[in-house]
Antibody
Framework: EVQLVESGGGLVQPGGSLRLSCAASGFTFSSYWMHWVRQAPGKGLVWVSR????????SYADSVKGRFTISRDNAKNTLYLQMNSLRAEDTAVYYCARAMTRYFDYWGQGTLVTVSS | DIVMTQTPLSSPVTLGQPASISCRSS???????????LSWLQQRPGQPPRLLIYKISNRFSGVPDRFSGSGAGTDFTLKISRVEAEDVGVYYC?????????FGQGTKLEIK
C-alpha cells in the first residue's frame, strides 16, 4: 500500500525557517518524481515544487523561488522541503504527492504550517 | 502560467441525480508528446485530495464507474452519473502539461 506521511509543520514566526519531511513507503520511491502542493485555510490547491526521481532536477513556483528548497534522500525514502524566510502568506497545509507521468496519483495527509508572530 | 477556470463553483445536487463540472484552460493542454495532462481530484471534507481521473478520461484505480471525464484541447468535463452521499466535497481540475502545474478554483458539490 502506498503511504506518504508528512511531518515537520508547526508555528513559526515571520522570517523563520522550517523543514518538512515526507516519509514514503509501499512503492519504489527512487522511481518517482515527487511534489509539494499547499492549501491555505479554506482555499484551493497550489503547486509549490517538484523534484525528479534522482534529485538532479527541481522546479519551484515563483512565489517560493529562492526561499524554499526541495530535496530527497532515496536511501531513506524521504522527501524534504526546506522553507526559509517564511511569510504569513505561506500559512497552509502542505501535502506531498507522488507523480505518475504528470499526474498526482497519491497524496499524504498533509502537515500544517502557520506563520505568525 | 496556464489558468484553469471551473464552472460552477458550487453545485447543489439531489441524491441519485447526475452532476457535471466544467473546466476550461487558458491554452491548449496538448503536450508535445501528444498526451493531454488534465486530471480531476476529489477532496472530501477534512481529507487530502484523491485522484479520480487522469489524462482526460482514465479512471484511477478504485474509482467508481459513475465518474467519467471527457473533453479535448481547452475544454473538459467531469460527470457523475448518479450522485451519492459520499461524493460530497470539492472537485479540482489540474493541468500537468506545462510548469507550473496549476489547479482550478474548485467546485463544491453538495446535496440539496
Amino acid at each position: 500500500e502506498v503511504q506518504l506521511v508528512e511531518s515537520g509543520g508547526g508555528l513559526v514566526q515571520p522570517g523563520g525557517s522550517l523543514r518538512l519531511s515526507c516519509a514514503a513507503s509501499g512503492f519504489t520511491f527512487s522511481s518517482y518524481w515527487m511534489h509539494w502542493v499547499r492549501q491555505a485555510p479554506g482555499k484551493g490547491l497550489v503547486w509549490v515544487s517538484r523534484i525528479n526521481s534522482d534529485g538532479s532536477s527541481t522546479s519551484y513556483a515563483d512565489s517560493v523561488k529562492g526561499r524554499f528548497t526541495i530535496s530527497r534522500d532515496n536511501a531513506k525514502n524521504t522527501l524534504y522541503l526546506q522553507m526559509n524566510s517564511l511569510r504569513a502568506e505561506d500559512t497552509a497545509v502542505y501535502y506531498c504527492a507522488r507523480a505518475m507521468t504528470r499526474y498526482f496519483d497519491y497524496w499524504g495527509q498533509g502537515t500544517l504550517v502557520t506563520v505568525s508572530s | 502560467d496556464i489558468v484553469m477556470t471551473q464552472t460552477p463553483l458550487s453545485s447543489p445536487v439531489t441524491l441519485g441525480q447526475p452532476a457535471s463540472i466544467s473546466c476550461r484552460s487558458s491554452q491548449s493542454l496538448v503536450h508535445s508528446d501528444g498526451n493531454t495532462y488534465l486530471s480531476w481530484l476529489q477532496q472530501r471534507p477534512g481529507q487530502p485530495p484523491r485522484l479520480l481521473i487522469y489524462k482526460i478520461s482514465n479512471r484511477f484505480s478504485g474509482v467508481p464507474d459513475r465518474f467519467s471525464g471527457s473533453g479535448a484541447g481547452t475544454d473538459f468535463t467531469l460527470k457523475i452519473s448518479r450522485v451519492e452521499a459520499e461524493d460530497v466535497g470539492v472537485y479540482y481540475c489540474t493541468q500537468a502539461t506545462q510548469f507550473p502545474y496549476t489547479f482550478g478554483q474548485g467546485t463544491k458539490l453538495e446535496i440539496k
